[in-house]
């Protein structure tokens, strides 16, 4: 175990481990098979008090930090990718923008019934015309009165690539109210399912983490009462880069797994697999390979963990959460790769476990800002304004 983890932390690793490998791994190539998105798993973790892990206790989750929701999944995406996509999704996304940016009364009426896992969150900023660049969004949002004289918003546009859309209950959509406002011309409101004029359309066909249920969100003519907005109207800018600031060192912690299950999987298979009278591990080309996995997983831990401490602390951490990002993404590329190598031919067939996360660790490098983005984040930190 990491010798800077808690003991608390070391128990909760164990715990969350043990669960991992009775529920999710057994299910994990099922899932990726059949596109289906783990909705009893899903309460099984809730059932662990993970899915409210933090969220404040008064908004009826378990106020656990970063750290302890680090260690949650490293050990959830090992078992099983789509998995930790859909948690990562539903608490560091979803429920923390409300957590973030909502009022008290905002908090209190949806974030309980998260934290439970009764319902499922959502994000919703990515749209066909824009996923790097937030200020292009094109989904609007323009004042009205409902029938009975209330103060009403009406949405029109439409979201794509949104994780656990098609079985969300609580969405925190990204809007423009004033297009010519640039980054103030970006809102957030709370959008719930069910909301007439709001459909959504399941997305398949995805390379990898393919239980995460992504649909394509559409708004025509969608009310919802002014009471939804999180923050201020022009606030939604800010909302979002605060958000994915922080969402994204779980990211990195899901790298963890990924690359750990595939270390793993590695290790079993060189101690086990003969070729010319020996098994692999004996043989220098593959102990290197070993080393060097062993390595970068070890650099990402550390990278991941200072992330998520300075967060904890309340500390600036967005250059420190890109670096973690975009190395342990990569690492996990790095690793995944090797692991599948170390399979040879058998590692590039279902249902490999290797074959699985060499697809499920690519998109890491896309979600949540692309590589080529937190290299922007981390060189803007490092040279300031010129
Ligand atoms: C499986 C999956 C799940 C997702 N889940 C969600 C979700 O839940 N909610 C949500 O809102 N979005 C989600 N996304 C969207 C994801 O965040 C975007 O795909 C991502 O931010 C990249 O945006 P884009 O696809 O529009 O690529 P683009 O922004 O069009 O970028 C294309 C390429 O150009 C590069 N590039 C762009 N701008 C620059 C620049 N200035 N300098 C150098 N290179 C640049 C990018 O790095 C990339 O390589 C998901 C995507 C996937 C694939």
Redesign the pocket.
Known sequence: MQPFYTEQQTMLATTVREFAAEKLAPRADEVDTLEEFPIDQFRGLAELGLTGMTIPEEFGGSGGGYRDFMVVLEEVAAACGSTSTVLI?HVS?GSQTINQAGSDEQRQRWLPSLASGQKIA?????EAG????ALALETSLTRAKSAEGKDEYILNGS???????AVADVFSVFTNHDRAAGHRGVTAVVVEKGTPGFTVNPQHG?MG?KG?A?AELVFDDCRIPVGNRLGEEGEGYRIALKILDSSRIMIAAQCLGLAKGALEAALSYAKQRETFGRVLATRQAIQFMLADMATELDAARLLTYRAAALYDEGLPHGKESAMAKLYASEAAGRIASKALQIHGGVGYFKPSVVERIYRDQR?TE????????QR?VISRALIGDI
Do not use: H, P, R
């Open positions: 999704t996304l959502a994000f919703a900023l990515t824009t996923g790097s660049d979201k794509l690539f949104c994780t656990n859309g995805k983490m995460c992504t998109v896309i979600y949540e800002g692309t590589s080529e983005i922007l």
